[in-house]
């Protein structure tokens, strides 16, 4: 079995910075792309980030920067860095691993239960 969980979420003032982290656990034998999405009221899921098992990063272009992913394969974690905040960004965050099993054998995606963003004043 396999379980996603991600964490570090909060409530933070416009302008600052919060660390998310996704952790992967269980019976994995090898995770391929983790995704990082984010859902806010009323609206639909959209896409942020992705970064391969190799550490390749991509990013939507409407971050224009602002937010980061990264990866500790050793620990099967994925981390998203959020800087400079704004309002726009409240929602929770989600990720999603592209993980093998051996009970399985074959990738499957697996989403963890979000995580709260609040920025606000």
């Known amino acids: 079995q396999v379980q996603v969980v991600e964490s570090g979420g909060g409530l933070v003032q416009p302008g600052g910075s919060l660390k998310l982290s996704c952790v992967a656990s269980?019976?994995?034998?090898?995770?391929?792309?983790i995704h990082w999405y984010r859902q806010a009221p009323g609206k639909q899921r959209e896409w942020l980030a992705r970064?391969?098992?190799?550490?390749?990063?991509t990013h939507a272009d409407f971050l224009k920067g602002r937010f980061t992913i990264s990866r500790d394969n050793a620990r099967n974690t994925v981390y998203l860095q959020m800087n400079s905040l704004k309002p726009e960004d409240t929602a929770v965050y989600y990720c999603?691993?592209?993980?093998?099993?051996?009970?399985?054998?074959?990738?499957?995606?697996?989403w963890g239960q979000g995580t709260q963003v609040t920025v606000s004043s």
């Open positions: 269980g019976s994995i034998a090898t995770i391929n792309y």
């Open positions: 970064i391969t098992s190799g550490g390749i990063a």
């Open positions: 999603k691993a592209q993980i093998f099993t051996v009970q399985t054998m074959r990738y499957d995606d697996y």
